[in-house]
T-cell receptor, first 117, second 111 residues
């Protein structure tokens, strides 16, 4: 089955620093990847849709200058949390479609737990 | 605003019981309804439902979609402790190609 790899799985950083999270589709090409955030005991909230070769589409309320998304190839999308603050601590999960999304389920990476101290 | 609502939010049963999890949705440009199981990390895909009234089964799990009443149910029979997880349903939005998730149902199976 389709595999999505996310790295790192866990990161602790100091307030004010930036953190980059990678999301790779290992055995398929993903023209679209999605970034979600999940707070403890809450559901997944879509942050942005990452399109290969073009600008990401951000959901309402998500600061695009704070959460930089780059989708440079058909197998890699990155999310950079800039100038991180403790309130950015969360579980970030990416997903990718293995085909036309309307016909294929989205596959998720294992997530990155970010802790900002 | 697109919305997906799951119930109950939490459920505790004994091993061997049968459970039914509910998911209702109000979305524009609905395409499909997906169910995921989330344990400690990322959600794992269970079912994708696009047509009304057609039951999908996988072992002890089954699910069905009602597009007239805008809901779906996920059934788990003969539950086992390994079924303990958060079950998420999500609506796939056509055109936008994005998933809108419900709050999840935290299912606990006690031995």
């Amino acid at each position: 089955g389709a595999v999505v790899s996310q790295h790192p799985s866990r990161v602790i950083c100091k307030s004010g620093t930036s953190v980059k999270i990678e999301c790779r589709s290992l055995d398929f090409q993903a023209t679209t990847m999605f970034w979600y955030r999940q707070f403890p005991k809450q559901s997944l909230m879509l942050m942005a849709t990452s399109n290969e070769g073009s600008k990401a589409t951000y959901e309402q309320g998500v600061e695009k200058d704070k959460f930089l998304i780059n989708h440079a190839s058909l197998t890699l999308s990155t999310l950079t949390v800039t100038s991180a603050h403790p309130e950015d601590s969360s579980f970030y999960i990416c997903s990718a479609a293995s085909g036309p999304t309307i016909n294929s389920p989205l596959h998720f990476g294992n997530g990155t737990r970010l802790t900002v101290t | 605003e697109d919305k997906v609502v799951q119930s109950p939010l939490s459920l505790v049963v004994h091993e061997g019981d049968t459970v039914t999890l509910n998911c209702s949705y109000e979305v524009t440009n609905f395409r499909s309804l997906l169910w995921y199981k989330q344990e400690k990390k990322a959600p794992t895909f269970l079912f994708m439902l696009t047509s009304s009234g057609i039951e999908k089964k996988s072992g002890r799990l089954s699910s069905i979609l009602d597009k007239k009443e805008l809901f779906s149910i996920l059934n788990i029979t003969a539950t086992q402790t390994g079924d303990s997880a958060i079950y998420l349903c999500a609506s796939l939005i056509q055109g936008a190609q994005k998933l809108v998730f419900g709050q999840g149902t935290r299912l606990t199976i006690n031995p």
